[in-house]
């Protein structure tokens, strides 16, 4: 059996037995963890502090070598597999409303629509589930060195953490991105994890089959300029976490045009995409199987050929 299609068909079985990711509690961003975060003591003193509570960072910043997080490591306390699913758009009219249908902007909608989405899966599997957002900080430059310190923080202080930000590209090519759609942006300045890269690949081939539309995959962006923020540069976002751990990606899921012509709506792509979201979920699950997490999925997993 094709193991995308196999696998939509697990993930299937667990609307029956009640496990389904729509049943499982809505992400509440400012919740306190039972399991805790803790911010790891160092000795050294750092010069800012942003977030609340569960998302409290620790971090250095001076704008020089800004693809390094000098960071406190945070410490996640839990024996569950820890992902990352993070919300990085501003609301319209602020610094970065992605991603404009129509005359409006859609980035942080959609974005919100991913992170939810994925983050029920994901707790549904066994994960302890972070949702960090822009709004957490603050909608501006201070705010986004906050929001992804943080995630770098995270990454510096637990093993095996995978961040998986999902988006909706533009439909303009530039000189940065000349095929805009679905890719998979990875690291550029630090070591990456093809392996991880390609499992992630092969989950969600069928998707696309299905919709008919194409896919890049895995692709480096940056490094065309120093300016800490420009489209030609490194994304300080995945750099930053992937000095810690490689398992950071920000996906385009497709061009955010791409979903209003084929469903009518990005409220409606909730849907359109539930195929997608069920499949990087088990990527990620089958991942942490792979480094020895006892995930109850598991032992379904292993009769899947996914290579």
């Not at 120093?226 to 497709?254: C, F, K, N, Q």
Request: glycine share 10%.
């Amino acid at each position: 059996m094709h193991a995308g299609r196999s696998l939509f068909y697990f993930f299937s079985s667990l609307l029956i037995i009640g496990c389904s990711p729509s049943n499982a509690p809505d992400i509440d961003q400012n919740h306190e963890a039972s399991t805790g975060l803790v911010i790891l003591d160092d000795g050294r003193d750092y010069t800012f502090e942003r977030g609340d509570g569960d998302y409290r960072v620790r971090f250095n910043y001076t704008g020089d070598n800004w693809t390094h997080a000098d960071v406190a490591a945070i410490q996640v306390q839990t024996e569950q597999p820890i992902a990352i699913v993070p919300q990085q758009y501003t609301s319209p009219g602020k610094m970065m409303p992605g991603a404009s249908v129509q005359g409006e902007n859609i980035g942080r909608q959609w974005n919100e629509i991913t992170q939810q989405e994925l983050a029920k899966r994901l707790e549904s599997l066994g994960f302890f589930v972070l949702t960090p957002s822009i709004q957490q900080y603050s909608e501006d430059l201070d705010g986004y060195q906050g929001f992804e310190h943080f995630i770098a923080g995270v990454h510096k202080g637990n093993a095996h953490v995978q961040t998986v930000l999902l988006t909706a590209d533009a439909h303009d090519p530039n000189a940065q991105n000349p095929l805009p759609g679905a890719q998979m942006l990875v690291t550029g300045t630090n070591p990456r994890n093809q392996e991880w890269e390609q499992l992630i690949q092969r989950y969600i081939a069928p998707f696309y089959q299905q919709v008919g539309l194409g896919n890049q995959g895995p692709r480096v962006r940056g490094g065309h300029s120093d300016e800490e923020g420009s489209s030609a540069a490194w994304h300080p976002l995945i750099e930053r976490a992937a000095e810690y751990g490689p398992t950071v990606t920000i996906m385009e899921v497709s061009r955010a045009i791409d979903i209003i012509d084929q469903v009518g709506s990005i409220e409606a792509g909730r849907q359109w995409a539930a195929p997608l979201f069920d499949a990087v979920a088990l990527a990620l699950a089958d991942y942490a199987c792979q480094q020895g997490f006892d995930l109850t999925i598991c032992k379904e997993l292993d009769h899947v050929t996914t290579h």
